[in-house]
Each structure stands twice: as C-alpha cells, then as structure tokens.
C-alpha cells in the first residue's frame, strides 16, 4: 500500500435520511466517486476524486447531497499553506509542471469591488430606460478623423468596416476542442439571437456552424488551426491571437485524446495528434510584423473584415497596444490575468500578467495621449463578472466586453477548474460523447440570452441612474467614477478620484 | 394532443424520469416518503440503456406508452381494462386480470408490470391525468430536456 501524502480536497456528504438510492449521482459523476454497495444496500463515495463539480448536488432529486471543503489539516503555517504543500507534493510524486484551468483564483485585488459608480441628483435628470430612449448598440472599428460632405449634402466619407453589436457585450474565444460542440452550438445560437458575437477561439469553425458566421469572430492564432479562405470570409472580424490572459507568453497544448474525428477535420489536423500552438507567432517578431499579418488578412478578405488584435495584460500593455493601433489593427482586445483557460501551467496562471482594470485605463490614457484612440476599438476581457463591471470597464474606456467564464457558468460550469482532465460532468470542456450530450443547446443557448438580455437590462439601468442614454456617452467618462481604498498609485494609474473627492 | 416524446440524443440515461414517475404515482407528497415508506410505484416509464461503444458513446431511450391513435393493447385487453378516453390510453385496474396480452401485443414495449399488486395487474403511463402532477413528471423532472410533452399534430 503506497503513502497517501495528501488527502482528498473535498468530502462528499450524504444525508442517508434523505438519500432514495435512485443512483442518478453514480451515473453522472464521470470521476467514478459514488457508488452503490449492494452488501449494505446503501450509496456511498469516495472522495479523492472528488473536484467539487457540484453535478451529483445539482442532479440529486431529494437533495440529500452536499459537497465540503475536508476539515483533514496539515499543521497550520501561514507560509507554507496546505495548498502549497500538496503542490509540493503532487510535483514530487509525477515530475510534471503543475495544470490548472481557468481564471487565476489567487486572492489579488479585484479593482472593480474598488470602484463605485455614479447616479444624478437633483441638478441633472436621471433616465427611467423603460420610458425613454436609451442606446446600447456600438460599432467596433476604426473611427473617422473627420466628415466630408458632398456638395448634394452627401457623406464623402469612406468607413471601414466595423462589427455591429446590439449591447456591449461578446463571448470570448474558446475553441472547438477546448470546449464540446453543444457548448460551441449555444454560443452560436445566442450570439445570433442577441445580435453580438461570439469567437471561435484557436480551433476552426465546424461545417455545421457556418450559418452563424455574421455573428462569429474568426480566431487566427499561433497553430494556425482550420484556416483557409472560407473560414476568413466566413466571420463578421478576424481576430490575431497574440496572447491570453491566463497564461501570457505561452502557447497552447490540446492533448491528442480530444482530437477526434470531428475537432481533427475542423482543424485540419490527423486525429489523435496533440495540437500543439507555439508560443510566439513564429512570423511575428515586430510590429511591423504584425502589421503584414493584419494587412495579408486584410487582402485575403479584400478589406471587408475588421482585424482584432487580441493580447494579454502585461507589464508594457500601453506601449503594446499604441504599436497594435498603428499597425493597422481595427480593434485591440485586452485580456486580463484572471481570463479563464481550458489548460494552463499553475504557475503563469497564477503569477503572469497584470489586472485587466489597470490595463484597460493605462491603454486607454496612452491611446489618448498619442492622439490613436480612435484609430482602434478596445474590447477587454478577463473576468468581467457582472453588469456593474462592464459599466465600469466602459467607463474606463473600453468599447465593449468578452464574457468567457460568465458565459459557461451559464451553462452549468461550477468552476471546478478541472477542463484540463476532459471529464467535464457539465458537458462543457470535454470530447467524450457520453458527457458531450449533458449540454442541450436548445436549453444552454437560451440561458446564454437570458444572462446577456439581464445585463444589458442592468447597463441600461446604471447608465440611466447616472442621466447618461447610450454607451458611446459612458465610454471613457471616467468622473462617473470614484475609487473606494485606494492609493495615490491606483487612483492616477486608473484615472479616477477616490469617493468623497 | 400533447403527447410525451423521447429524443435519444439527449437521453443521459439518469433514471430520473423513472423515479419522479414512481414518485408521482405513489400519491405521497413527500418524495423521500414515498421511497422510504415502500409507497414508491412501479415506474410506468424505463430507461433503455445501449451498450458503450469503444469511444464512449451509447444510446439511451426512454420508453413510455406512445398512447397510439389504434393502439394493439386496448384491442387485445380480454376485459375492457384498457380503454382511449380523450386520446390517453388508461388502465382500469379493478378489471385486470394480468392475462399480460396487452404486455405482449404492444410493439414498443411500454405496458409494465404493476409490482405493487404483485404483479397481479399491468399498469401504464396516463400522462399523469391520474395524479397531482400536471404536467407529466417524467417531463418535469427530466434534467436534459430528453422528455418533452408537445403537440406535433395527428399521427
């Protein structure tokens, strides 16, 4: 019998007052922790392999389920936490780098909780959105210096192209590989029904999935997956992908049991193969670089899409993003070090990169100051978590928002942060066909809409409270905002007054 | 009329839909009672389970009486247990007299057993008309959306 030198994470409890035996959590718990004992007639579980997905408590019909932090403890060291031991451990035992999934959960500051918004009193109306106007819709794209007229009183003006959005909001890119084709399919389907869009991350754009292409951003990143002319064309914006926030100066790695028949001809890869995207671009090396890309794509789709540059928040983000805006990028996304990730080492998850609200101001201040804001849209990403955030991250400057993890919590992710195993009980961030069909799109893609239509009705809300009728009036109008327990430092780098000022 | 349909491709295989079935026909209004107290009912509806094949997959399937517009059990039933009253096939289980002709005439396998009575009658779905659940149970309970009770006009 080996050591065990840690314990399980978890204990899973079982009122057996309440417990009918029906077995629904045996047979959906894909890590095999329930199981029934036919010798004592009874249910019961191992723990260890519990990662606290929460599908056997959300599925139990009697409700005699719970799920507890174990109370085993390692002599307690504010130094070395238990955590951090079992990490120890765990690396002792396999010699492997440490994976994790999504967002950093390390306790940093979240700049948002620290930052209050504003409402009209007395000297200025409010707006009551159900009654009067109130404009959600914008345009992501390069914005015109100026505005000729014809002498027939004509515009003379000639746009690029830009993505329409009926709110400030957009799912983020996560691939087809990365995620099941059910999850991909809600994404599609609200997207549509939304009027935004949602990204297909790094892995191609499935046959079945062609039809939603107006409302889709097309992702070319460092694998160069499923690219070819019709993938390009099929989108409504094509988005370089320069980095992610959960794991900057990284590439990506999709283990070769995820690649089946489907996900292998969709990236245009042999099944069974590892998918394995590079770190850097390896035709990238400058902007200037860049900007061939930019432009190559640009000629591929004869100048009708819009071009995201998507990158993650590090240190030098504004220098970054004034290269990005003058390489002829139409749109920059900034994706903050608490973005989700289907796979990360645990180490630059938690310890890489910088927070997207700190990004998000310095980009758009050095935009300013260099006279390029309106060169590009900013679209920021990486944990927006709520309505209130994305009036912040507006306020602030951005254009609009990506929600990725917000996205697949409505679909019934619990935040057990094990995508990297492929054993999604939620049918998310797994291949396996028996665990792909737990996520019905007819149900997923309507809670999608329901979660976006709420925020925006919440945007609506706040912006009408602070008298202001549409986002293009909130953008960067950063006196609707006051910190609250910040320093000197924070409150320049975030360009806000502190509450009471 | 609305009817209970099954889409296989949703399907989990969960059971579920079979113990909200026996729970809903027990007439207890506690579910952990009816379980706990033996009042639980057979099940009118069973999950048929496929085998998995090497990748993972299989194909599970609800069966429930499909309530047939010409239906071979009410035609078969030796007694007039069985009968169409408002297009729902219900049983009369005073009349029963477990000959199991409708168990064998049926093509989709949907009459059971009733093991309450010992297996001395049959019983079957009535789309809960029978019961305090409204709309059927199986379709309530159903964590997938497998189960629908939908209008999809004659035939």
């Not at chain 1, 174990?70 to 120890?88: A, L, P, Y």
């Not at chain 1, 002498?151 to 890119?173: C, H, R, W, Y």
């Given at each position: 019998?080996?050591?065990?030198?840690?314990?399980?994470?978890?204990?899973?409890?079982?009122?057996?007052?309440?417990?009918?035996?029906?077995?629904?959590?045996?047979?959906?718990?894909?890590?095999?922790?329930?199981?029934?004992?036919p010798e004592t007639d009874s249910m019961r579980a191992d723990s260890l392999t519990c990662v606290d997905c929460q599908r056997c408590v959300s599925i139990c019909p009697t409700r005699a389920l719970k799920i507890v932090k174990t109370d085993n403890t390692f002599r307690e060291n504010h130094n070395w936490s238990q955590q951090i031991m079992t990490e120890v451990y765990r690396q002792a035992e396999s010699g492997g780098v440490l994976l994790s999934s999504m967002g950093n959960p390390k306790d940093y500051p979240v700049y948002w909780d620290k930052i209050l918004i504003n409402a009209s009193q007395v000297t200025n109306p409010s707006i009551d959105p159900?009654?009067?106007?109130?404009?959600?819709?914008?345009?992501?794209?390069?914005?015109?210096?100026?505005?000729?007229?014809?002498?027939?009183?004509?515009?003379?003006?000639?746009?690029?192209?830009?993505?329409?959005?009926?709110?400030?909001?957009?799912?983020?890119?996560?691939?087809?590989?990365?995620?099941?084709?059910?999850?991909?399919?809600?994404?599609?389907?609200?997207?549509?029904?939304?009027?935004?869009?949602?990204?297909?991350?790094?892995?191609?754009?499935?046959?079945?999935?062609?039809?939603?292409?107006?409302?889709?951003?097309?992702?070319?990143?460092?694998?160069?997956?499923?690219?070819?002319?019709?993938?390009?064309?099929?989108?409504?914006?094509?988005?370089?992908?320069?980095?992610?926030?959960?794991?900057?100066?990284?590439?990506?790695?999709?283990?070769?049991?995820?690649?089946?028949?489907?996900?292998?001809?969709?990236?245009?890869?042999?099944?069974?193969?590892?998918?394995?995207?590079?770190?850097?671009?390896?035709?990238?090396?400058?902007?200037?670089?860049?900007?061939?890309?930019?432009?190559?794509?640009?000629?591929?789709?004869?100048?009708?899409?819009?071009?995201?540059?998507?990158?993650?928040?590090?240190?030098?983000?504004?220098?970054?993003?004034?290269?990005?805006?003058?390489?002829?990028?139409?749109?920059?996304?900034?994706?903050?070090?608490?973005?989700?990730?289907?796979?990360?080492?645990?180490?630059?998850?938690?310890?890489?990169?910088?927070?997207?609200?700190?990004?998000?101001?310095?980009?758009?201040?050095?935009?300013?100051?260099?006279?390029?804001?309106?060169?590009?849209?900013?679209?920021?990403?990486?944990?927006?978590?709520?309505?209130?955030?994305?009036?912040?991250?507006?306020?602030?400057?951005?254009?609009?928002?990506?929600?990725?993890?917000?996205?697949?919590?409505?679909?019934?992710?619990?935040?057990?942060?094990?995508?990297?195993?492929?054993?999604?009980?939620?049918?998310?961030?797994?291949?396996?066909?028996?665990?792909?069909?737990?996520?019905?799109?007819?149900?997923?893609?309507?809670?999608?809409?329901?979660?976006?239509?709420?925020?925006?009705?919440?945007?609506?809300?706040?912006?009408?409270?602070?008298?202001?009728?549409?986002?293009?009036?909130?953008?960067?109008?950063?006196?609707?905002?006051?910190?609250?327990?910040?320093?000197?430092?924070?409150?320049?780098?975030?360009?806000?007054?502190?509450?009471?000022? | 009329?609305?009817?209970?349909?099954?889409?296989?491709?949703?399907?989990?295989?969960?059971?579920?839909?079979?113990?909200?079935?026996?729970?809903?026909?027990?007439?207890?209004?506690?579910?952990?009672?009816?379980?706990?107290?033996?009042?639980?009912?057979?099940?009118?509806?069973?999950?048929?389970?496929?085998?998995?094949?090497?990748?993972?997959?299989?194909?599970?399937?609800?069966?429930?009486?499909?309530?047939?517009?010409?239906?071979?059990?009410?035609?078969?039933?030796?007694?007039?247990?069985?009968?169409?009253?408002?297009g729902v096939i219900c049983i009369d289980e005073t009349r029963c007299v477990g000959c199991y002709t409708c168990v064998l005439t049926c093509p989709y396998g949907c009459i059971v057993v009733d093991k309450s009575s010992g297996g001395k009658t049959i019983t079957k779905c009535e789309l809960c008309t029978k019961n305090s659940s409204g709309e059927p149970a199986c379709v309530k309970g159903c964590p997938n959306k497998a189960i629908v009770f939908e209008e999809r006009g004659a035939k």
């Amino acid at each position: 019998m080996p050591i065990n030198y840690f314990s399980q994470e978890f204990d899973v409890v079982r009122d057996p007052n309440r417990c009918i035996k029906c077995r629904a959590c045996e047979r959906q718990c894909a890590n095999e922790v329930h199981f029934y004992d036919p010798e004592t007639d009874s249910m019961r579980a191992d723990s260890l392999t519990c990662v606290d997905c929460q599908r056997c408590v959300s599925i139990c019909p009697t409700r005699a389920l719970k799920i507890v932090k174990t109370d085993n403890t390692f002599r307690e060291n504010h130094n070395w936490s238990q955590q951090i031991m079992t990490e120890v451990y765990r690396q002792a035992e396999s010699g492997g780098v440490l994976l994790s999934s999504m967002g950093n959960p390390k306790d940093y500051p979240v700049y948002w909780d620290k930052i209050l918004i504003n409402a009209s009193q007395v000297t200025n109306p409010s707006i009551d959105p159900l009654r009067e106007p109130m404009e959600t819709k914008v345009f992501l794209g390069q914005k015109p210096e100026e505005i000729k007229f014809n002498v027939d009183g004509s515009i003379n003006t000639k746009i690029t192209p830009q993505v329409e959005l009926n709110m400030p909001i957009m799912f983020s890119a996560m691939s087809y590989g990365s995620i099941s084709k059910n999850a991909h399919e809600s994404l599609a389907r609200a997207a549509t029904e939304l009027g935004t869009c949602y990204n297909t991350g790094e892995g191609g754009l499935h046959k079945d999935f062609y039809q939603y292409g107006a409302n889709t951003i097309v992702q070319v990143a460092s694998g160069r997956f499923g690219i070819f002319k019709d993938y390009l064309e099929a989108g409504a914006a094509i988005e370089i992908k320069m980095g992610q926030g959960a794991k900057p100066g990284i590439g990506g790695h999709l283990p070769g049991i995820k690649i089946r028949e489907d996900v292998s001809k969709t990236r245009m890869i042999p099944m069974g193969t590892d998918a394995i995207s590079p770190a850097p671009h390896h035709d990238i090396y400058s902007i200037e670089d860049l900007r061939q890309l930019v432009f190559s794509l640009k000629e591929a789709t004869n100048y009708e899409k819009p071009i995201i540059v998507k990158i993650a928040a590090v240190h030098n983000v504004a220098a970054i993003a004034s290269g990005i805006a003058r390489s002829g990028a139409d749109i920059i996304a900034i994706d903050g070090y608490r973005g989700g990730t289907g796979a990360a080492p645990t180490r630059i998850r938690d310890n890489v990169g910088i927070p997207i609200e700190l990004a998000l101001a310095s980009v758009d201040q050095r935009l300013r100051d260099e006279g390029i804001r309106n060169n590009v849209s900013v679209v920021v990403a990486g944990s927006i978590r709520s309505a209130a955030d994305c009036v912040k991250a507006i306020a602030l400057g951005a254009d609009a928002v990506y929600i990725g993890t917000a996205a697949l919590l409505a679909l019934g992710c619990h935040l057990c942060r094990s995508c990297h195993s492929g054993k999604c009980n939620w049918g998310i961030a797994t291949q396996r066909p028996d665990l792909v069909k737990r996520l019905n799109p007819e149900i997923g893609y309507k809670r999608l809409v329901n979660l976006v239509k709420a925020w925006n009705h919440e945007i609506m809300e706040m912006m009408g409270g602070m008298g202001i009728n549409s986002v293009e009036a909130l953008r960067g109008n950063r006196l609707m905002l006051r910190g609250i327990g910040l320093n000197e430092k924070e409150l320049s780098i975030l360009g806000i007054s502190h509450a009471g000022e | 009329m609305k009817k209970v349909y099954v889409n296989e491709d949703w399907c989990l295989g969960c059971h579920l839909c079979e113990y909200y079935c026996a729970f809903a026909n027990s007439g207890e209004t506690d579910m952990i009672n009816a379980f706990k107290n033996n009042k639980a009912a057979t099940p009118r509806i069973t999950i048929e389970e496929g085998e998995k094949s090497a990748d993972g997959s299989n194909v599970n399937f609800a069966v429930s009486c499909r309530h047939c517009d010409d239906p071979a059990c009410v035609k078969g039933c030796i007694t007039g247990a069985l009968s169409i009253k408002d297009g729902v096939i219900c049983i009369d289980e005073t009349r029963c007299v477990g000959c199991y002709t409708c168990v064998l005439t049926c093509p989709y396998g949907c009459i059971v057993v009733d093991k309450s009575s010992g297996g001395k009658t049959i019983t079957k779905c009535e789309l809960c008309t029978k019961n305090s659940s409204g709309e059927p149970a199986c379709v309530k309970g159903c964590p997938n959306k497998a189960i629908v009770f939908e209008e999809r006009g004659a035939k």
